[in-house]
């Protein structure tokens, strides 16, 4: 009676304060043996909930089933096939005290059970997609596991195309992107941890390591930093990352993400430490280096040649769309000395009917560019390609003959943003993005000098920056010779004997030196 | 934490408010000064002329319509002074980190020119890598005035065209203050020459064209030229030529032969006696016949040794006779014998070195030359000669 007061009294309160008061007063709050009392009880828990489905199946005069479960999780059908059916046929026979036993026996068989007499956990067991059951006078409810809710194919992932890789990515579903990882590493010694975050979402987290390969102190970081997080909801790793990064004022990002199972499987086997969110396609994985925001999943498929190739190139470019709209605008005001003298007489003919000063005009011209990125990211398909023409239109073409822009920084803000799009990493490239605005500024106040203090102040940065305690820029600072394979050149697999430095753990061994020849 | 970022904010101003002289200026604000002319007015003032670029006029977005330079002209005491007094005509700032060529009157270059020098070293924006010409009879504003069809601008076309023909030696201020301040040589300067390119006296068709050297003294002013065939000579001398044609006709034949030389060595030889110097000259060089319009048969040793010792003795005559000019008419060692002295004789060089030039003047010279000529060509004789016309 006590407990029924308590509940009218608490009618009043969103379902919310409800469900956090009885995780916080009554964490060992019993379930009742009076069925009636107990079906009261959680109606008024989830009353205005409609996709709540309550299910009184009376077996015979003494004896009721209750069977609660959201709808749209639950796959009931074995429920009905595997318990209502026997039941049903053989309902005159049955014993009320060999009755759960019989229950559970039965759904034993397609699904895992667990059975609570906790109120608390057999909420939060309907809310994560079982199926309670509850008996007539019993004080122990089941709950089936039978999550049976729509997923999501697996399709290639669109953020991160290869021509040569697999093409499958993670879903939204944190089991079969686990699944996709275990196909690929069937070892034992792969290890998924799982965790509930959001006190409202109870998403489920998972992290994965291989056991010896990955470093103690990583995942032992991660998860007092994933267990220290508090918050209602997760709705994507995005929340999580902000949560465990270690410099979250940094431009750069610390944690990596990923679509790609692949990605995955190759930093777990480099002794990484991914991060699974329920609901979303996107992985994290800890800890990431400079370096490997400049490496993409094909760098490893392709042979090592054309890779180091083009590793040099995506090094030039990337430089290249930090750097030259703040170049050209310090050499062209501050030092015309450094241009050859035709491009620079080709540079002023070009600017004589340009009304604005060079700073103004690069800033105008990159704002620009970035608009039209953005507007072309969010539009819908079909309109997105009219922004492309209208942008290279209007700036490319209109803006010049107009003699408002420069054709030299129509050159210099494409060939910035051509460059931005082959950094591999997305989120990478957009550190870049915003870094170019402030060097832009210290390039037009202070020519070559302010871009060089940039640079100064942004290498410092890099320095000094840690993710999960393995220093950004490893292994180039701190230097470490031996493991530059991975680095500026892409050694040859075989050649490649160790991990990286400071991101694997006691194992460190890859490939055995000198067996590849043997034979 | 609070001070460690006050003290970074302190450092931050700091780098940005020390930073010396700020000098953001747009493109077209300045004025592109390509080539630049001095000269001298009767009352001594230096007449600064420069051609600037009018980057309206050249391009793409140019009408086609105008030279896409100017030329402009002022007076002052020093080159500063003559700056800023062009400034006062230009609507830009004068910019002359891109002078492609200096260019100097005759009569400022007889007058001497020391007092022009020191600011090319000395002015952070001007070059010292600045190519360097003497007028010869002319004023160097006329010479900035000339219009040349094959390049935008005059000025590059005269660096270009020295570019393709002195090989290795180039001529820049920094070249010319190397020259000036050595002791044993003195330093000499190519010369621009104004020419009319077709018979008729128009302005339009008058062009210019790379000539000799200007020889200065060492008190820096210009003593007289060398011709371009003697100035040729000169780089033999000092050891800078590269390649070069020489043509020579044979004695006793018809025609001449034209060789390819190459490998240029020469080795100057002091010897004192009796307080007087004399110098012994070798001067070497391979060739390939590359012209033979005699009838001689190259493939017979004989007739290649009469085609050596004719261009040995060619070149010898001509080598004195250029020699004699600098040492009687000019007295001016431009050739680095000084320079063999130092190297041979210290001591001595220290008592001569005063009045060098008239012991230079006074040297005995000889010269010997020896050219070997290794290939003939593709044929003997010239192919449309009768087999009967052929000298075995």
Redesign the interface.
């Given at each position: 009676m006590k407990l029924l007061l308590n509940l009218r009294k608490r009618k009043k309160f969103k379902l919310s304060e409800m469900l956090d008061s009885f995780s916080n007063e009554e964490p060992d709050k019993l379930i009742s043996s009076d069925l009636s009392a107990n079906e009261r009880f959680l109606r008024d828990i989830f009353h205005q909930c409609s996709d709540v489905v309550f299910r009184v199946v009376p077996i015979n005069d003494k004896t009721r089933l209750l069977f609660v479960y959201i709808d749209g999780l639950c796959d009931t059908k074995p429920l009905d096939e595997m318990v209502l059916c026997p039941v049903r046929a053989s309902e005159k026979k049955c014993e009320v005290f060999i009755f759960e036993e019989f229950v559970a026996n039965q759904l034993r068989a397609v699904a895992q059970i667990k059975s609570t007499k906790n109120v608390n956990e057999l909420i939060n067991g309907i809310l994560t997609a079982n199926v309670a059951v509850l008996v007539e006078g019993e004080t122990t409810a089941l709950l089936a596991d039978l999550k049976g809710f729509e997923k999501r194919s697996i399709e290639e992932p669109s953020s991160e195309t290869v021509i040569r890789g697999p093409r499958d990515g993670f879903t939204e579903t944190l089991r079969v992107n686990t699944s996709l990882i275990r196909r690929r590493i069937r070892s034992s010694r792969l290890k998924i941890e799982s965790f509930t975050i959001g006190k409202l979402s109870k998403t489920d987290v998972a992290i994965i390591y291989i056991e010896n390969i990955a470093s103690d102190s990583v995942i032992e970081k991660v998860r007092k930093r994933l267990e220290s997080i508090e918050i209602d909801g997760v709705i994507e790793t995005g929340f999580i990352e902000e949560f465990v990064e270690d410099f979250p004022f940094s431009p750069f990002p610390q944690v990596q993400n990923t679509e790609r199972p692949d990605i995955v499987c190759g930093s777990l086997l480099e002794g990484k430490v991914s991060i699974l969110v329920d609901n979303t396609p996107f992985v994290l994985i800890v800890p990431m280096t400079f370096w490997s925001g400049l490496q993409a999943a094909e760098d490893y498929y392709e042979r090592f040649i054309y890779v180091t190739f083009i590793r040099w190139i995506r090094y030039t470019l990337f430089n290249i769309s930090l750097l030259l709209p703040s170049i050209y605008v310090a050499v062209t005001t501050f030092h015309p000395q450094l241009i050859p003298t035709n491009l620079l007489i080709s540079i002023a003919s070009a600017r004589e009917d340009v009304p604005f000063p060079v700073l103004f005009e690069a800033f105008m011209m990159e704002l620009m560019f970035e608009a039209l990125r953005e507007a072309g990211i969010r539009l819908p398909k079909s309109i997105g390609s009219a922004v492309s023409i209208v942008g290279a239109l209007v700036i490319g073409e209109a803006a010049v003959q107009a003699g408002i822009i420069s054709a030299p920084m129509v050159i210099v803000v494409a060939a910035t943003g051509i460059a931005s799009f082959a950094i591999p990493r997305y989120n990478f490239g957009t550190a870049y993005r915003i870094l170019r605005f402030p060097i832009l500024i210290l390039a037009g106040l202070f020519g070559l000098y302010g871009v060089i203090l940039g640079m100064i102040a942004i290498l410092i940065h890099l320095v000094h920056l840690q993710s999960f305690g393995v220093p950004y820029l490893s292994p180039i600072a701190p230097q470490n010779p031996k493991y530059l394979k991975d680095v500026l050149v892409r050694a040859p697999r075989w050649s490649m004997h160790r991990r990286p430095i400071r991101v694997a753990g006691q194992d460190k061994t890859r490939i055995p030196k000198g067996r590849w020849r043997k034979n | 934490m609070i001070k460690r970022l006050k003290i970074c904010l302190i450092l931050l101003v700091c780098?940005?408010l020390t930073?010396g002289c700020?000098?953001?200026?747009?493109?077209?604000d300045?004025a592109?000064i390509?080539g630049w002319g001095f000269d001298q007015n009767e009352e001594g003032d230096y007449i600064g002329s420069a051609q600037i670029?009018v980057?309206?006029?050249?391009?793409?977005?140019?009408s086609g319509q105008g030279k896409g330079y100017i030329v402009e002209t002022a007076t002052g005491k020093s080159l500063l002074d003559v700056t800023q007094n062009l400034q006062r005509k230009l609507s830009r700032e004068v910019?002359l980190?891109?002078q492609?060529v200096i260019v100097i009157g005759e009569r400022l270059a007889r007058n001497g020119i020391s007092n022009i020098l020191d600011v090319y070293s000395r002015e952070p924006?001007l070059?010292i890598r600045t190519n360097f010409f003497v007028l010869k009879n002319g004023e160097a504003f006329d010479f900035l005035e000339v219009p040349y069809k094959m390049e935008?601008?005059p000025s590059?076309a005269a660096l270009k065209m020295f570019q393709s023909t002195a090989g290795p030696e180039s001529t820049t201020f920094k070249d010319f203050l190397e020259g000036a301040s050595s002791e044993g040589i003195s330093p000499t300067v190519p010369i621009l020459e104004i020419i009319n390119s077709k018979k008729e006296k128009e302005k339009d068709t008058e062009t210019f064209r790379l000539g000799g050297r200007a020889i200065f003294n060492q008190d820096l002013e210009l003593v007289g030229f060398l011709s371009y065939r003697e100035s040729v000579d000169r780089l033999w001398i000092i050891n800078k030529l590269n390649t070069h044609k020489l043509t020579t006709n044979l004695l006793g034949e018809e025609g001449n032969v034209g060789i390819m030389g190459m490998n240029f060595k020469s080795k100057i030889q002091p010897i004192i006696q009796n307080d007087q110097v004399e110098f012994h000259i070798t001067l070497s060089g391979t060739g390939v016949v590359r012209e033979n319009n005699t009838a001689l048969d190259l493939k017979q040793p004989k007739n290649l040794q009469i085609i050596e010792r004719t261009f040995n003795k060619n070149l010898q005559d001509h080598m004195i006779s250029t020699i004699t000019k600098v040492q009687k008419e000019y007295k001016t060692d431009i050739l680095g014998f000084g320079q063999s002295i130092h190297k041979k004789y210290p001591r001595k060089w220290k008592i001569w070195k005063k009045d060098w030039s008239k012991k230079f003047s006074d040297a005995d010279i000889t010269v010997k030359v020896d050219i070997n000529i290794e290939r003939t060509g593709v044929t003997g004789s010239p192919l449309h000669l009768k087999e009967s016309e052929i000298q075995k």
């Open positions: - | 780098m940005f930073t700020w000098d953001e200026r747009e493109i077209n300045r592109i390509l670029v980057p309206g006029e050249v391009g793409e977005r140019s910019f980190s891109h492609k924006e070059p935008d601008m590059t």
